[in-house]
C-alpha cells in the first residue's frame, strides 16, 4: 500500500512518526516544496520512503506525484489542495484531510462514491477530533440543545500574550480575528464577530480561561444544522490575552489594506507579522485542550455530558502538543481505513459521521490514550422522571 503525504510541516511529520511507529508493510511517499522538511519526514524508519520536493500550483504535477498512490493524506490548507481533490475523484483515490479543506469539496460526494472511495475531511485537532467526540455525543442522546466546544494551544509556562501567539501560527490568529466566524444559534448558523464577547470558562480539573468565539466547527457547519439549537467552539486563552488582541485590532494592525507611509505602500497586517517574525519564539513546551461540553436528553430525561481531552508537548518523541494530537488523530483515521475497518462508508465522510458509531470511535480513543493523549468523561441526568 502507497501512501502519499501532501505537506511535511510539524503535524505532517507528528502523522509520519506515528505511521513509522506503527507500520511495516506501506511505503510512504512525502510531498512538500522544502527541502529539509521532505528529508525530514522520509528519514523515518519506513520500509520504503520517498520525497519530492515540488510546488504543486500545476496540475500536470500534481497528477504526477498522486500517481499508483492508494490513499492520499494532506495536513495543508493551500490553494491547490482543490485541483489534488479533484484528481483524486479521477484517479479514484481516497483522501484523508488533518487540514481544513475548501468547503466546495464537500459537493465532491457523488463523485468519491462512484469510485467507491472516501474524502475525510477535519481529521486533525478542532476541527478533526472534536468532531469525533461530538458524533458519539449524538449518537447517545435522542435529542441535544446545545453544543460547546472550547479548545486552545497553550504554552505549558509562559503566560504572556507573545507567547500564546507563538505557539500557534501568528497569521492564522490575525486571520481569524481580522474577520467573522460561524457558530449555529437557534438551528441556523450565523456569523458573529470573534471579539465581541469575552467569556471565562472554569474547565474542571484543568483551570480558568478567556473564551472567544473562533472557526472550528467544520462539517458540523453542516451535520449540525437544524439538529442542534446551539452550537460553537470558543478558543481559550491565559487571562489577559483577550484584551491584547483588542488593541491589536482596533489599533488597525490586522487589516490588510495598505498605508501609505513615506511614499510606501505598507500593509499594517504584513507589518505585525513581520515584527512578529523577529521575535519568534520556537520550542516553546506547549499543551492542547479540548473541552466538550453537551446538553441534550435521553428517554425525556434532560442530561449535561462533559468530555475532556489533554496532551502536553512529547519529549520523547520530541513533538509539540499541537502537532500530535493533530497528526495522531489523522494516522488513528487511516489505520481504521487500512484495516478495513472503514469498508460501509463510501463519499464524503464527516468524521462525526465515524464518531457515532461506537466501535470505531472506542478504536481511535482507545489508541490515542495509549499514545499519551489524556482523556476523562462525565455525564450527569438534571432530573428524575
Known amino acids: 500500500m502507497r501512501i502519499t503525504l501532501i505537506g511535511c510541516g510539524d503535524v505532517g511529520y507528528a502523522f509520519a512518526y506515528a505511521l513509522a511507529e506503527e507500520r511495516t508493510d506501506v511505503e510512504l511517499r512525502v510531498v512538500d516544496e522544502s527541502y ?64 481544513p479543506i475548501p468547503e466546495s469539496a464537500l459537493a465532491l460526494d457523488n463523485q468519491f462514491r462512484a469510485c467507491k472511495s472516501v474524502l475525510i475531511p477535519d481529521t486533525g485537532f478542532v476541527p478533526g477530533l472534536s468532531n469525533l467526540i461530538v458524533g458519539r455525543i449524538l449518537a447517545i442522546h435522542d435529542a441535544i440543545d446545545e453544543i460547546g466546544i472550547y479548545a486552545g494551544v497553550l504554552p505549558l509556562s509562559d503566560r504572556d500574550s507573545l507567547s500564546q501567539i507563538f505557539i500557534q501560527s501568528p497569521s492564522n490568529i490575525v486571520e481569524e480575528y481580522s474577520s467573522q466566524v460561524r ?38 457547519l453542516y451535520t449540525l444544522r437544524g439538529k442542534v439549537k446551539r452550537a460553537f467552539k470558543k478558543t481559550i486563552w491565559y487571562a489577559g490575552h483577550v484584551e491584547a488582541l483588542k488593541v491589536l485590532r ?66 520523547q518523541r520530541k513533538l509539540s502538543a499541537r502537532s500530535k494530537i493533530a497528526g495522531f488523530t489523522a494516522y488513528a483515521i487511516l489505520r481504521l481505513k487500512i484495516s478495513d475497518r472503514l469498508r460501509d462508508f463510501v463519499g464524503v465522510v464527516p468524521p462525526e459521521v465515524i464518531g457515532m458509531r461506537e466501535s470505531l470511535f472506542t478504536e481511535v480513543i482507545s489508541w490515542l490514550v495509549l499514545k499519551g493523549v489524556y482523556l476523562d468523561v462525565k455525564g450527569e441526568f438534571l432530573n428524575h422522571r
Request: charged residues 25%; glycine residues 6%; aromatic residues 6%.
Open 183 to 220: 457558530i449555529i444559534e437557534d438551528g441556523n448558523v450565523k456569523s458573529v464577530d470573534p471579539l465581541a464577547v469575552t467569556d471565562i470558562i472554569d474547565i474542571p480539573g484543568v483551570g480558568r480561561f478567556e473564551a472567544t468565539y473562533g472557526e472550528g466547527l467544520g462539517t458540523l
Open 36 to 99: 529539509p522538511r521532505a528529508v525530514k519526514c522520509s528519514s523515518l524508519p519506513l520500509p520504503s520512503t520517498e520525497f519530492i520536493v515540488v510546488n504543486l500550483s500545476q496540475e500536470a504535477d500534481i497528477a504526477r506525484v498522486l500517481k499508483g498512490s492508494d490513499i492520499i493524506v494532506n495536513t495543508v490548507s493551500q490553494s491547490f489542495i482543490s485541483k489534488v481533490l479533484k484528481l483524486a475523484t479521477q484517479m479514484c483515490i481516497d483522501v484523508i484531510s488533518a487540514a
Open 250 to 315: 482596533e489599533l488597525g494592525l490586522f487589516s490588510a489594506k495598505p498605508l501609505d507611509i513615506n511614499g510606501a505602500k505598507v500593509s499594517p497586517r504584513d507589518f505585525l507579522l513581520r515584527l512578529l517574525k523577529l521575535r519568534e519564539r520556537r520550542d516553546v513546551p506547549d499543551m492542547t485542550v479540548l473541552y466538550i461540553k453537551a446538553i441534550g436528553s435521553i428517554d425525556k430525561r434532560r442530561r449535561v455530558i462533559q468530555y475532556l481531552i489533554q496532551s502536553v508537548y512529547d519529549s
